[in-house]
């Protein structure tokens, strides 16, 4: 009877954290889908953001929940600017070239964090997360329910975005065909810029939620990075639901690790699992993804 | 045809190595120290540089290799006692086999997925080497505390080992450019879905580089251990060294076969003057100065010295 | 026994059918011109042949062994090389390097003999002076010729074009069509796929149509494009 308990408190676990792997992986989806650019500084964006939140909550005592859109709004401006100024000269040209890019993009904002706020790793204290929701003999904190729903919420809000408005409309066309998007009065630059700023302000708001029950650290990024190249892989690159699909498998597979194998394990098996879904189906593991 | 080969080049090379053989004995302890790390970096910069620079290939996982070298040849330093040398050796040709074992399926990856394929191998097999000794019976790795290896005699067997494998990746890299198989390589990069319908085998081919590369970067690895003492899994197999090698590769010229040559140079010096005591100021400076190249000069210190050269014969014309 | 021989060979991408049970010979020193409406499977039913897709039933054989399923450089190292629809190059490379990857890997030369065979080549289809250019910096219908060079330094037997001559004027369609006879003057056997039923007309041997997919009607040149069901693909059924 244990067992089944430990199995389904294991799930819930894992459950919860896929729906934020899921939106810390979205803007990744995004920003590759539409301008193929591979972020290697997605994570240190996830960074940023969890320290916007953890400034913001401890230095001038905003709501945690308010540090939300703050969030979006710092990183999606840079974002905006990243893309508009340094990146948009990375298109047409070879992947390496934007990889290399982005990382010295990450080095940058790493060892800026590093200088102003130093290595140390810092925990967010807040009051009404404290208490955790008691569900028979299952223990669900609330940080981390309010993190999985804000987070599913925002991957969800994104795919509306895409589908149903005019921005988004102009947005997937520049995707397939850029060329085609400037002859009907779309200008690409604009797009890749909103784009990359759209994507950056989920990812911080991503880092704001992880915040909410996990250290901040300046080197934070680099393993987020990873988690989100694996949920994108794992849900199938350039198709931006799949990453709700890949988180869910990423946080189970984790959740799983910790519960039976051990903790530290769980970052061998995230890549473990990234590079088998690579290797032999890269489509995804729903099969949606686009092949190379 | 005219003869190509060797070229004034290839003699200006060999001229040099020549300086280096005999460098030892004209300067101090601490310049050679530096030289050594200068040759390891152009090493491994040259392996990676083989890889993405000609064949086209970007491997963001090559530190495995470093790792895996540098733990096998202290144990079997350690536990078998072998010297040095053969220590170094044998790790090179395990490096070998694993590398044959992990290329065949992982260089059918193509662009993005390879990078990130090889990525995730690389982070999967720090975390491995950092959970053995608790996983296994076999102490091998020394989990997060590392492993110590007997102090070595003096300085000079590491400057020489780091240069022969510095002045062997360089020549690879010289002979690629107009033997039989650079050309395939160089098709590969250029257009691999065009060197297959002409008859280039590029899995054979990929591998081939991949699997020699493994040799070499597996050596630098066994060889730093053994020189710094101390090894440790999180530093050993750290993400931090396949990203030097990139940028020292991207810094001195990407498919050159001196641009990593120039780039460990320059970036192993630029951190021994600035390094230790402004770190954050100079990887910041970094950061901007591989988003500068990348955009504006991506040809790399050797793409300006061959702009030089070519302005200066086109100005005696 | 063929040179080439197709039987039964079907391709499908999920639900679309591109090739439905497509049966063609091609004896040694021929020259066949398969022609159709776009979207006929002409490129599909070639890339089937040279290995860039697996059929999804029937098979290949070339000079009595079975080549279905075989990677593109094995079936390029076997004698069949084909050219691109829209011409692909190495482009930094030399236009003699291009020749010369694929006389070093298709042929299997060595080194000095390879390079002799790359200028051989390129001199025969007129960009012997554009030799050391790098290859990106040649026109639209040079890279065709440099494309060609290329198929013919594989040392293949058996070439096919792919719509080698879309998009010249008369004058550079005859001169292709005296270059490709210079081609099977030279002992090679020669697929064609062409829309210009003129470059047909004057180089083919034999003529096989496709639409939809399947074979609609094969023999000489002449009489394969009077056929009714060729002209009501083309036109529709009202000029049949």
Known sequence: ??????????????????????????????????????????????????????????????????????????????????????????????????????????????????????????????????????????????????????????????????????????????????????????????????????????????????????????YMGLTYTLFAFAVVVLGGLGYTAGVVWGGLALGVAQALTETYLEAGLSLLVAFFLLYLVLRFMPAGIIGKGRLE | MLRRWPTSTDWIALAVFAILLLLPLGIGAYPVRVATVIFMWAALAGSWNLLAGYAGA???GPVVYHGLGAFVTAALMLKVGLPFLVSAGLAGVVAMAVAFAVGTPTLRLRGAYFAIGTLALAESAKQLALAWDRLTPIPLTGGSAGISLPLSAGYLVFYYVMLALMGGVTAAALWLRHSKFGYGLRAVGENDRLAEASGVDIHRLKRRLYVGSAFVIALTGGTAGYWLSYINAMEAFNASVTFQMVVMTLLGGLGTPFGPVLGAAFLTLVSEFLGTRFVYHYLIAIGVIIVAISLFAPSGLAGIADLARRRRTQGAM | MSLLEVRGIT?????????????????????????????????????????????????????????????????????????????????????????????????????????????????????????????ETLSVPERRRADLARVMATG?????????????????????????????????????????????????????????????????????????????????????
């Open chain 3, 156 to 240: 293949a037997s058996l070439i096919l074009l792919d719509e080698n001559m879309a998009g010249l004027n008369q004058k550079e369609v005859e001169a292709a069509v005296t270059l490709l006879r210079g081609v099977r003057a030279r002992g090679k056997s020669l697929i064609v796929t062409e829309h210009i039923m003129g470059a047909i007309l004057g180089l083919a041997d034999r003529a096989l149509v496709l639409n939809y997919g399947e074979k609609i009607a094969e023999g000489a040149p002449a009489d394969v494009m009077r056929d009714p069901a060729v002209i009501s693909a083309y036109l529709g059924v009202a000029y049949a």
């Open chain 3, 11 to 135: 391709k499908s991408f999920g639900s679309l059918m591109a090739v439905n049970g497509v049966d063609l010979a091609l004896e040694e020193g021929e020259i066949l011109g398969i022609i159709g409406p776009n979207g006929a499977g002409k490129s599909t039913l070639f890339n089937v042949i040279a290995g860039l897709e697996r059929p999804t039933a029937g098979s290949v054989t070339y000079r009595g062994r079975s080549i279905a399923g075989l990677s593109p450089d094995a079936v390029c190292r076997r004698g069949i090389a084909k050219t691109f629809q829209i011409p692909q190059l190495f482009p930094r490379l030399t236009v003699a390097e291009n020749v010369l990857v694929a006389a070093l890997y298709g042929r299997g030369a060595g080194l000095h003999d390879a390079r002799r065979e790359a200028r051989e080549w390129l001199v025969f289809v007129g960009l012997g002076e554009k030799a050391q250019m790098p290859a």
């Open chain 1, 1 to 218: 009877m244990t067992f089944l308990v430990d199995l389904v408190q294991t799930l819930i676990n894992g459950i919860l954290q896929g729906g934020v792997y899921a939106a810390a992986a979205v803007g990744l989806s995004l920003i590759f889908g539409v301008s193929g650019i591979l972020n290697a500084a997605h994570g240190e964006l996830i960074m940023l953001g969890a320290f916007a939140t953890y400034w913001l909550f401890t230095l001038y005592h905003v709501d945690a929940l308010l540090t939300l859109p703050i969030s979006f709004v710092l990183l999606g401006a840079l974002g905006y600017a990243l893309q508009y100024f340094v990146l948009n000269r990375t298109l047409g040209r070879p992947l390496l070239l934007s990889l290399l890019v982005t990382f010295g993009i990450s080095l940058i904002l790493v060892n800026v964090a590093l200088r102003l706020w130093s290595a140390d790793h810092r925990m967010l204290r807040i009051p009404y997360f404290e208490h955790s929701l008691v569900v028979g003999p299952f223990i669900i904190p609330l940080s981390r329910v309010v993190a999985c729903g804000v987070g599913v919420g925002m991957v969800a809000g994104l795919s509306w975005l895409l589908a149903s408005t005019r921005l988004g409309r102009m947005i997937r066309a520049t995707a397939q065909d850029w060329e085609m998007a400037r002859l009907v009065g779309v200008n690409p630059r604009r797009v890749y810029a909103v784009t990359f700023g759209l994507g950056a302000g989920v990812s911080g708001v991503a880092g704001s939620l992880v915040a909410f029950y996990t250290p901040v650290e300046p």
């Open chain 2, 58 to 60: 970007v491997d963001l």
